[in-house]
């Protein structure tokens, strides 16, 4: 009955007679490649999880303690490998608790198939049990989306949720399938979609823009590369270290382009964004020529618009024309795969030296580091600070780690700090600012790269959001080291209050459990540090400790993050410390 | 500075997708002064033509959005100049009017209107044109108390020589030719 292809996917069916929606659905998801799912169960996707279930020597399924943790969890996964990240999960609250997750991959650009169960068909619409529009709420927050009704959608569906979602600028879908197309038996045939008439992953490249961007960093005296995201999807990190090696320029990057140039590279200028480097701040004002490439320009990064890098060209290479002109107007824009125009632009470039302008930013960072970065990597006295430890997890890690925050201080202090030698070793919820992302992330990245070390950065704030996934981690063996950088309070939020709202505590100050504890019951070991004099040993242990492990670290109740530059000021407003 | 503009969008004829170009707009609280959608001249692909009072930049960035959908083929936007537009309006006056009065006979002519249907009760009359001219023919009817007025959408052509989107369609085929599929 069943029929197979030839080659290398001897054993993949893309063709079965008579099989239910629910088989079609796990061929499907085989067809892709997909090894690993992250769901949870329930009343209207039951028939694919019994069908996954005489599947399960191909298909993995981790079972998080909530949908949230799931889609996370797969976001973690798509980021550390590369490839795309499927979660399940049933109607109504099943659904809805994914939500979170697919606007944190929509704006992260992170590739996601979600797939949702549905009550059947002609109950569509009559407010039945755990029945909601689910294609209608997602539809801002997915880059595509679709409701299957009858079980002979499902492949053609399938084929191009994965293409949507991986090419181009990637991002998350959702299928949501009615439980009677689950059930209903047709005659299987897959096959991969690779074109679609209205959908234009890449577009064209126009040389001509390449030349005249080449013209422009020719003549430039002090160049600025800002990078992002778009070197790490389109696996463009060698090609943008050739181009910045030949051009001598120096390069910045967002948060999301963080690990795609090695921290110890020499034009490797430091963070940009409201608590970036000092250097790469006050240079973005000074630049001749601002060069953009994979990054969106958000008001992270650029804050006040009307005063910023107003005296540079820009030139913005990017593969959504959408973001060109959104947000800082550009000189020259190449479009496309900076993967495809970074080469070519290294071509057309000349070998240059800015070695005096580069000096500028050795000067900035000198000063950076008198006034922030020794103080906060070297504390002489008071409580432990975040960086302290993450300059002792640096050394410990030799730099080899990947790196998983939450949101907030620690996440602010972990960008800047954690160093990376290899690429795509980075997971962090970058524009949606998500505070739970951290500990289900750490979950997928650890699954992506089992043999690497995973150091989950968390704060007491986020941990809570989500420790429920402490289930996961024991259920499924999954080895993450989690170092909680606890202060009893929502850090973030208070170093604001404390700046910009005298001082006044409304609703940060947590009290905490025992996570060491709470670990323990979940059978995660762990270990509580107060003391600088106790780091060490705890983090070697910890390391040392075979599985999961949790590190519970009493940091300074008070610290702030600093550099900073206030919400809407200009990036000159840049502020070193409380004094300015 | 805010203009009128008609922004065309071609797609695909999916369920939602009317919704999702929508959502676009009011997210960022712009409002849709007109809206219609039928099917184009080519069979299987649906226009959608949208008025809005906006800055060019704005429109500019809106347009790129919708264009972003993975269901949309094309979306330009137009200032007014650009294309040849249209509305259609329907009036509903009482019939005792009209036969008490050769008023309404003359601002038939003088519209360039039509009557569609005549009972003992009420007449209904037809004028297409810009916004301008269905509102001047509303207001002059009015006089005779209009029982019910209903305008549609706009309805735009573009002046452009080059025909944009049949161009596209067939560079399209071009490139799922070279990929080589079946």
């Known amino acids: 009955m069943f029929m197979t292809k030839e080659k290398s996917q001897t054993d993949i069916l893309t063709e079965a007679k008579n099989i239910t929606g629910s088989e079609a659905i796990i061929y499907s998801l085989l067809n892709e490649g997909v090894d690993i799912l992250f769901g949870y169960p329930g009343g209207a996707i039951m028939p694919v999880y019994d069908a996954l279930y005489d599947h399960h020597d191909k298909i993995k399924h981790i079972l998080t303690r909530h949908e949230q943790g799931a889609i996370h969890a797969a976001q973690g996964y798509a980021r550390i490998s590369g490839k795309t990240g499927v979660v399940i999960a049933t109607s109504g609250p099943g659904a809805t608790n994914l939500m979170t997750g697919i606007a944190d991959a929509m704006i992260d650009s992170t590739p996601i198939v979600c797939i949702t169960g549905q009550v059947t068909s002609p109950l569509l619409g009559s407010d039945a049990f755990q029945e909601t529009d689910v294609v209608g709420i997602s539809m801002p927050i997915t880059k595509w989306n679709y409701q299957i009704t009858q079980a002979e959608e499902i492949p053609e569906a399938f084929a191009k949720a994965f293409y949507i979602a991986h090419s181009g600028r990637p991002g998350p879908v959702l299928l949501d399938i009615t439980k009677d197309a689950q059930f209903a038996k047709f005659n299987f045939k897959y096959k991969k979609c690779r074109h679609l008439r209205s959908y234009i992953p890449e577009p064209k490249i126009e040389e001509s823009k390449i030349e005249e961007a080449a013209k422009i960093i020719n003549e430039a005296k002090k160049p600025l590369v800002i990078f992002g995201q778009g070197i790490l999807i389109g696996k463009a990190e060698k090609d943008l270290k050739e181009f910045i090696e030949k051009g001598n320029i120096p390069a910045a990057w967002t948060i999301l382009g963080l690990s795609a140039l090695p921290s110890n590279h020499p034009l490797n200028v430091g963070m940009l964004g409201m608590h970036g480097n000092y250097a790469p701040y006050i240079k973005t004002n000074e630049c001749d020529v601002l060069i953009a490439i994979g990054m969106r320009f958000d008001d992270r990064v650029t804050s006040d618009l009307k005063t910023y890098a107003k005296q540079a060209k820009i030139i913005h290479l990017d593969i959504d024309p959408a973001e060109i002109d959104k947000n800082v107007k550009t000189t020259v824009a190449v479009l496309g795969d900076v993967k495809e125009t970074l080469p070519i632009l290294t071509k057309k470039i000349k070998s240059n030296n800015h070695d005096s302008w580069i000096n500028e930013f050795k000067e900035a960072y000198k000063i950076e580091y008198e006034k922030v970065i020794k103080p906060a990597l070297y504390p002489e006295s008071g409580g432990i600070t975040m960086p302290e430890v993450i300059r002792r997890l640096n050394e410990i890690t030799k730099e080899e780690a990947i790196l998983v925050t939450d949101v907030g201080q620690h996440q602010m202090m972990a960008t800047r700090y954690f160093r990376f030698k290899h690429t795509r070793s980075i997971v962090t919820s970058g524009g949606l600012g998500t505070m739970g992302f951290g500990l289900p992330a750490s979950i997928g990245a650890k699954i992506a790269s089992p043999k690497r070390d995973v150091v989950l950065i968390v704060g007491d704030g986020g941990l809570q959001m989500t420790i429920q996934e402490l289930g996961t981690i024991n259920q499924s063996q999954i080895g993450v080291k989690i170092v909680l950088m606890n202060n009893n309070y929502l850090g973030m939020v208070r170093q604001w209050q404390e700046l910009f709202f005298d001082k006044r505590y409304a609703q940060t100050y947590l009290v905490n459990p025992d996570f060491v504890k709470i670990a323990e019951g979940y059978n995660i070991p762990g270990l509580k540090v107060t003391k600088r004099e106790e780091l060490d040993e705890a983090i070697k242990k910890m390391f040392s400790t075979p599985g999961a492990f949790l590190l519970d670290i009493a940091v300074e109740k008070e610290g702030n993050v600093f550099p900073m530059v206030p919400a809407g000021a200009s990036i000159s407003d840049i502020m070193l410390s409380k004094e300015k | ?182």
């Open chain 2, 1 to 182: 500075m805010t203009e009128e503009f008609t922004i065309s969008i071609f797609s695909e004829n999916r369920i939602g997708l009317l919704n999702r170009i929508t959502i676009i707009f009011t997210r960022r609280k712009l409002n849709i002064e007109s809206l219609t959608v039928s099917e184009s001249a080519i069979h299987g692909i649906h226009k959608f033509t949208i008025v809005v009072n906006s800055t060019e930049d704005k429109i500019k960035a809106v347009t790129k959005q919708i264009e972003k959908l993975v269901e949309v083929l094309k979306a330009y936007y137009y200032r007014n100049e650009d294309i040849v537009h249209e509305e259609i309006a329907l009036y509903k006056v009482p019939t005792e009017a009209l036969m008490n009065s050769n008023k309404i006979e003359e601002l038939v002519r003088k519209h360039n209107a039509r009557i569609l249907e005549v009972t003992p009760t009420y007449t209904v009359i037809e004028k297409t044109g810009h916004q301008a001219e269905t509102n001047a023919l509303f207001k002059a009817l009015n006089e005779f108390k209009v029982l019910q007025f209903t305008r549609s959408g706009r309805i735009a052509i573009t002046k452009d020589n080059v025909e944009f989107l049949s161009n596209f369609i067939k560079e399209r085929e071009k490139h799922k030719e070279s990929l080589n599929l079946n």
